[in-house]
């Protein structure tokens, strides 16, 4: 599941590089470049993983949607 949830995450652009294997330098640059982009990657990673649309716009306003989740035991 985990694994999933990664490649999801990666496969949409919402991971960016980590000061454990890049450069601090080149990772500050990614991060300069592309912060902007990093809450719709995290929203469309979210919807292709789960198929849960939640509208950003939303969520900023503070119109949270509510799940709940049962146990299935």
Avoid: C
Avoid at 26 to 31: D, G, K, N, P, S
Avoid at 36 to 62: C, D, H, N, T
Wanted: hydrophobic residues 50%; negative net charge; charged residues 20%.
């Amino acid at each position: 599941m985990i694994f999933a949830e990664k490649t999801s995450l990666h496969a949409a652009g919402a991971v960016f590089p980590s000061v454990l294997d890049t450069p601090e330098v080149e990772v500050e640059l990614y991060w300069e470049q592309n912060f902007k982009e990093l809450p719709a990657a995290v929203f469309s990673a979210v919807e292709a993983y789960s198929g849960i649309s939640i509208s950003r716009s939303e969520v900023e306003y503070g119109n949270l949607p509510v799940v709940v989740l049962f146990p299935f035991s």
